[in-house]
């Protein structure tokens, strides 16, 4: 099973500040494979990027994916203040899926 | 638009059986897998299985075998997911989620949650 670690556990940062959000695998995982959510409190996630880094639609171009193998990063170029939630990757394994622990984006 | 909408919260004592439904709009409920995924208070995201509504087959995360078991009801497209024997440690927000028509390797539409509570 492809266990998902990702780095760091919070980052706090300031409205305007860049966000790089890291997710390492165990083992390589195909990047069409890998995806990223936001989640904020009291609300079902929500599909950011898929393939590893391909947009989902209606998210705006400030969140960027990157990476293959084993080390995979999300990018928030400048943060809004909406922007402000936990973020999980996620990669598939057949039949299912696993999720990382997240990392907690909060206001500096 | 594809929507998920799910049953209300639910308060269990321990030891009974819980069934959480996912009713789906918009799309041909045959035509994708249903996921249910958990969440614990405070805690991440936890894969718990998957009914092709077309077969009814089913796959189930190990953690969770001989507890879960995911129905549908196609002339209602309407997904069920059960879990029995629960424990506190079960309470959580249960999701049912579909796969976002991009890659098929993510989950792109979600249900609104149903809380579980479990407590004696």
């Known amino acids: 099973e492809i266990v998902l670690t990702q780095s760091p556990g919070t980052l706090s940062l300031s409205p305007g500040e860049r966000a790089t959000l890291s997710c390492r695998a165990s083992q390589s995982v195909s990047s069409s494979y890998l995806a990223w959510y936001q989640q904020k409190p009291g609300q079902a996630p929500r599909l950011l990027i898929y393939g590893a880094s391909s947009r989902a639609t209606g998210i705006p171009d400030r969140f960027s994916g990157s990476g293959s193998g084993t080390d995979f990063t999300l990018t928030i170029s400048r943060l809004e203040p909406e922007d402000f939630a936990v973020y999980y990757c996620q990669q598939y394994e057949a039949p299912g899926f696993t999720f990382g622990p997240g990392t907690k984006v909060d206001i500096k | 638009q594809v929507q998920l909408v799910q049953s209300g919260a639910e308060v269990k004592k321990p030891g009974a059986s819980v069934k959480v439904s996912c009713k789906a709009s918009g799309y041909t409920f045959t035509g994708y897998y249903m996921h249910w995924v958990r969440q614990a208070p405070g805690q991440g995201l936890e894969w718990m299985g998957r009914?092709?509504?077309?077969?009814?087959?089913?796959n189930y995360a190990q953690k969770f075998q001989g507890r879960v078991t995911m129905t549908r009801d196609t002339s209602i497209s309407t997904a069920y997911m059960e879990l029995s024997r629960l424990r506190s440690d079960d309470t959580a927000v249960y999701y049912c989620?579909?796969?976002?028509?991009?890659?098929?390797?993510?989950?792109?539409?979600w249900g609104q949650g149903t809380l579980v509570t479990v407590s004696s």
């Open positions: 009914i092709n509504p077309n077969s009814g087959g089913t």
């Open positions: 989620a579909r796969v976002g028509g991009y890659s098929g390797y993510d989950l792109g539409y």
